[in-house]
C-alpha cells in the first residue's frame, strides 16, 4: 500500500545525499573513511545530548531545553573532528593518493566530514519515521494530516544539506579565525533547530519556507566561503 | 568490594534504561480496537469452516451499514474498495455473508449490537445431526433457528466488537473522513480498518494434520490441534469399600448416569450459554449435591450406583461422550487396569442400567422426557416414579423423539443404553440463540437475588424444583423406597451457581473450592484445543468434588493425595460458602477422562469412516483489530513523483557540479611576498 509513500519519502530525502557520496565521495578510500569519521563523531555528540537530557530529569518534558544543549553538542563535536582533521593532515597526506587535491585544497576535508554530520544526522531523524510509513497507515487519525511524512522528509533533506554548508564553513572559519563565521553557524544551527518546534501546531509552512530560506543562504555563503564567487559561476555556465 | 557496587550501581543503570518505552509514530496512526473477537477457521475430516484474514492481515475502508441499503449501495456504486462493512446485528444475516463472498469490494465484515434480536442462532437447523441416531430431526429441526453459518467456509475475516465504545470510535471514524461526498472517495484519505486473524491450517483435518507431522526441520510447525479438553465426572458413593490405604473394589454395581454437557460454541471466540448448557450443569450439580444429602453412607445393601458426568465438545459432534464410550467399550474407564484389579472396578456398557440426561431448561413448568424407543421399561418405570413424585411440575412424556444429546452416542454404541433426555421443549427449542453469545441470563430470565429469598416462579426455583423431584425418584431407584426426610434444593446455592457461570467467576461457591482470583471475565464453554486447559473444566469438577464429596477431618497438611492410593482425592475447602474461613478436608470420588476424539487416538484412523467427531482448530499467531487512515492513491502519487523528481535533480546537479568544479571553485592564487635573497 503505501510502500509508494515509503519510497517517495526516502529518494526525497536521502538522495541528494546519495548522489553527492557517488560522485564525490566514493571513488576515495580516505574521503570514505573520514565520511564514517565524522558520523561517528555526530553520534557521540547525540549520545551526549540524550544523557544529558535523561538526566536533567524536570526538564524532560521541554524539547528546548535539549534541542539547544543538541546543538551546542553537535557545534563540539565538530570543532573536535577539525581539530583531529588538521592533526592527521601529515598521515593521510601518506596514504591518499591525490593528496594534492585533498589535503591541499582544505575544503574538502570539510565538506566530506560535513556530508558525515549530515547523512547520519539525517538518518536519526528519518528512519524511525519511514519504518512506520510502510504499514497500510498515514498520519491524520488521531493528529497531524497526511503531509506528515513528505514536510519531515523535507524537513531532513533541509538539515541534511545545512550540514554540509555549516561543516564548510565551520572549517574555514577556524582556518582564518573568522569569528563571524563560526557565529554564524552556531546561530544558523541553533535557528533551524527553534523553527521545527513550529511543527507541533501542524503548520508545516510555518517551518518549511523559513528553513529553505536558511538553506539557501548558507548555501551562497559556503559557495563564498569555498572559493566560488558570481564570475566563477558565470563561467561555469558559459562554458558549457 | 568497591568494584562490585560499582557494577551493581551500574547494571541498576542500565535496567533503568532499557526499561524506556519510546513513542512511536506508529502510536499515533493507529488505534486499537481491543474489544473484538474473532471468528476462527475450524477443520472437520472433508472441510473448512470459519474465516481467516489475509497473511498480515485483510484492510478495507470503513462503511459503517445502518440498513441494507447502505450495503447495497457500496456494493453497487462504491468507488474506493474494497471495503470492510460494520453491521449491526439485526441485519447481520447469512445471506448476506453469501453475497459478500462473490463481491470483491469486500475484504472483511464486522458486526456490533446495538439493539436485542428476535433469534441468533448460527448452529444448524438439526444439530449434530450427523452424529446423531437416524431420523431423530424432523420437520423443521430442532432449532428452527439455526442458519447454520457457524459450518459455512467464509472467505473473508469476520469480527464481532463487545464494546460500544469502540463501535463508537469505529462510527466517529467514519462520519470523520468517510461518510460523505462517495463519489470523490478514492481521491482523499479514509478511514479503513485492518483485521488480522490468519488461520495457518486449510482444506480438512488429515491434511493439516499430515502437513503438521512433516519431518522437514527439527521444529514443526503445528498448523491444528484437536479440540480436547476433559470430561468431568464424579460417583454419587465410592466405587471401592474400606477406607485409604486399605480399599477393595466393589464389582457388582449396577449404575445410572446423569449427563449433562459442559460446553457451547458460538460464530465468534465470545460465548455465554445460558440456556445451553449452564441450565444443565446447574441441574446437574445441584442434584448431585442434594442426592447426597438424602443417601447418606453406603451400605452393602445398596446396589445402585450413579455417575455424574459432564460431557464437553459435545457442540462439536459429540467429542466427550465419543471418547466416553470408547473408552468404556475397551476397559479403560474408569482407569487403565485388568479387569479384576485391586484398586478398582472396570465400568463397561452394559454395567449402565439407565442413563439421564439433563439438557435444556428454563422458566416454565412443563417439563419435557424424550426417549427413543417404545419398549423400554427402564424408562417408563423411572418416569412414573418421577411422575408420582411431583405436583409442581407437568412432566410430559415424549416417546420417539430424542433431541440432539449425549445419549444419541451412546445408543449408537455396541451395547444400546436405555436412557432419557429431561428438558423444557417439545419438538423445537425454545431457545432462540442456541449456541450463540445472546444466550444470556436475560434469555432465561435469571436475576441474581444474592441472599435474599427467591421467589418459587423463578428460574431458580424452577430448576429447585426439577432437582428436588429428580433427587426423590433417584433416591427411589437406588435405595428401593421411597424418601421421607424433609431435603429440599438448595434455592440459594442454585442462585450462586448461576451467579458463578453467568456473571462473576469470583462468586461464593469459587471461593469455597478454594479457587480465588478469577477476575470478573465471565468464563468462555467453548472447548478449546487439547494443548490449552480450559479453567471452567476445573472449577466444575471441583464444585461437582465438594457436591458429592465426604468431609473426613479438619483441614489440614496431610489433606493431599500424596502416599495415598489414587482411589479418592483429597481437597481443603470450605464446609460452607457462607463460612469461607472454616475449612475442612474433603474425600472425593471426582476424577477427569480425556475428551479427545477417538480419531485422533487411533492408529491408521480411517478418516473417511466418519465414524469419530474430526474437529480441530486452526492455528494462528496474531489476532487484532485496528483503525487507522488510509492515504489516498493520489497523495501516494504525487509522493513518489516529488521524491524522485529531486533525487533525478541531485543526481543531475551533483554530477555538473563535480565535473565543473575546478573551474566553479578556482584554487587559490597565493601571491608569495617577494623573496629576499
Known sequence: MTVTEFFGCAFLAFGPPFAMFIFTIAQDPVRVIILIAASFFWLLSLLLSSLLWFAVVPLRQYLIFGLIFSVIFQEVFRYIIYKILRKAENGLKKITDDSATLIDNKHILAYVSGLGFAIISGAFSLVNILADAVGPATMGLKAGNEMFFLTSSATTLCFILLHTFWGVIFFNGFDTKNKLQIGYVLVSHLLASCLTLLNRYHVYSASLIPLYAIVVLTGLYAFKVAGGSYNSFKNCISLK | ?677
Open chain 2, 1 to 677: 568490594m568497591d568494584h562490585i557496587k560499582l557494577i551493581i550501581i551500574l547494571l541498576y543503570a542500565c535496567l533503568s534504561i532499557i526499561t524506556g518505552n519510546g513513542d512511536r509514530i506508529k502510536d499515533m496512526m493507529f488505534d486499537g480496537i481491543d474489544s473484538s473477537v474473532p471468528c476462527y477457521r475450524r477443520l472437520n475430516a472433508t472441510h473448512q469452516i470459519g474465516c481467516s484474514s489475509k497473511r498480515g492481515g485483510s484492510t478495507g475502508v470503513i462503511h459503517f451499514c445502518e440498513t441494507i441499503d447502505d450495503l447495497q449501495f457500496i456494493l453497487n456504486s462504491g468507488t474506493a474498495g474494497p471495503y470492510i462493512p460494520v453491521l449491526s446485528t439485526k441485519i447481520f444475516s447469512p445471506d448476506i455473508v453469501h453475497n459478500l463472498s462473490y463481491s470483491d469490494k469486500v475484504s472483511g465484515l464486522i458486526v456490533y449490537t446495538n439493539e436485542p434480536v428476535n433469534f441468533f442462532s448460527h448452529d444448524e437447523k438439526c444439530p449434530n445431526n450427523r452424529f446423531s441416531v437416524d431420523g431423530t430431526c424432523k420437520n423443521n429441526g430442532w432449532n428452527p433457528w439455526g442458519t447454520g453459518l457457524l459450518y459455512v467456509d467464509i472467505p473473508f475475516p469476520l469480527f464481532y466488537v463487545e464494546n460500544e465504545n469502540d463501535t463508537q470510535k469505529i462510527k466517529e471514524c467514519f462520519q470523520t473522513f468517510n461518510n460523505f461526498s462517495f463519489d470523490t472517495q478514492k481521491d482523499r484519505s479514509l478511514c479503513s480498518l485492518e483485521l488480522e486473524s490468519f488461520m495457518f491450517a486449510t482444506t480438512n483435518t488429515p491434511t493439516c494434520q499430515r502437513r503438521s507431522n512433516i519431518v522437514t526441520n527439527m521444529n514443526p510447525v503445528k498448523l491444528c490441534d484437536p479440540l480436547g479438553d476433559y470430561n468431568t465426572w464424579a460417583s454419587l458413593f465410592p466405587l471401592v469399600e474400606g477406607s485409604d490405604p486399605n480399599t477393595k473394589p466393589i464389582n457388582d454395581f449396577e449404575y445410572i448416569i446423569i449427563a449433562a454437557r459442559s460446553d457451547t460454541t458460538s460464530l465468534f471466540d465470545k460465548t455465554t450459554g445460558a440456556e445451553n448448557p449452564i441450565t444443565s450443569m446447574v441441574t446437574l450439580l445441584s442434584t448431585a449435591k442434594l442426592l447426597k444429602e438424602m443417601v447418606g453412607k453406603w451400605n452393602n445393601k445398596i446396589k445402585k450406583n450413579i455417575l455424574f458426568i459432564l460431557f464437553t465438545g459435545e457442540t462439536y459432534d459429540y467429542i466427550g461422550s465419543q471418547r466416553f464410550l470408547y473408552d468404556m467399550e475397551l476397559g479403560l474407564f474408569p482407569v487403565d487396569l485388568p479387569k479384576n484389579n485391586t484398586f478398582l472396578p472396570i465400568i463397561y456398557p452394559e454395567n449402565i442400567s439407565l442413563f439421564i440426561e439433563i439438557s435444556q431448561l428454563s422458566y416454565g413448568k412443563d417439563v419435557y422426557v424424550h426417549y427413543l424407543e417404545d419398549n423400554q421399561k427402564t424408562v417408563a418405570t423411572f418416569f412414573n416414579i418421577m411422575n408420582s413424585s411431583t405436583d409442581s411440575l407437568f412432566l410430559h412424556l415424549v416417546p420417539n423423539s430424542l433431541p440432539p444429546s449425549s445419549l444419541h452416542t451412546f445408543i449408537r454404541g455396541n451395547n444400546s443404553i436405555q436412557g432419557m433426555v429431561i428438558t423444557n421443549h417439545e419438538s423445537e427449542y425454545i431457545n432462540h440463540y442456541y449456541n450463540s453469545f445472546y444466550d444470556t441470563s436475560e434469555n432465561i430470565q435469571y436475576k441474581y437475588q444474592n441472599g435474599s429469598s427467591i421467589p418459587n416462579d423463578s428460574i431458580q426455583g424452577n430448576i429447585g424444583n426439577i432437582v428436588t423431584v429428580l433427587a426423590n425418584s433417584l433416591y427411589e431407584e437406588i435405595i428401593g423406597t421411597k424418601y421421607n426426610g424433609t431435603a429440599t434444593a438448595n434455592l440459594e446455592m442454585i442462585d450462586e451457581l448461576f451467579h458463578c457461570y453467568l456473571e462473576d467467576p469470583s462468586c461464593k461457591v469459587h471461593k469455597a473450592i478454594r479457587k480465588v482470583g478469577m477476575g470478573g471475565n465471565i468464563l468462555n464453554l467453548y472447548i478449546g484445543v487439547d494443548i490449552q486447559d480450559n479453567i471452567l473444566t476445573d472449577l466444575i469438577a471441583l464444585t461437582l468434588a465438594w457436591f458429592t464429596g465426604d468431609l473426613i477431618e479438619e483441614s489440614g497438611p496431610n489433606c493431599t493425595n500424596i502416599g495415598k492410593s489414587h482411589v479418592f482425592k483429597y481437597y481443603n475447602m470450605s464446609s460452607n460458602m457462607d463460612d469461607l474461613e472454616n475449612k475442612s478436608c474433603y474425600r472425593c470420588t471426582l476424577n477427569h477422562t480425556l475428551a479427545i476424539s477417538p480419531a485422533f487416538v487411533i492408529p491408521d484412523y480411517d478418516w473417511s469412516s466418519n465414524k469419530y467427531s474430526s474437529w480441530s482448530e486452526s492455528a494462528w499467531r496474531t489476532i487484532g483489530v485496528r483503525i487507522f487512515l488510509k492515504p489516498s492513491p493520489a497523495h501516494e502519487r504525487s509522493t513518489i513523483a516529488i521524491g524522485s523528481m529531486i533525487m533525478v535533480l541531485a543526481f543531475v546537479l551533483t554530477y555538473f557540479i563535480k565535473s565543473r568544479s575546478n573551474v566553479l571553485f578556482p584554487p587559490e592564487v597565493f601571491n608569495d611576498p617577494p623573496v629576499n635573497c
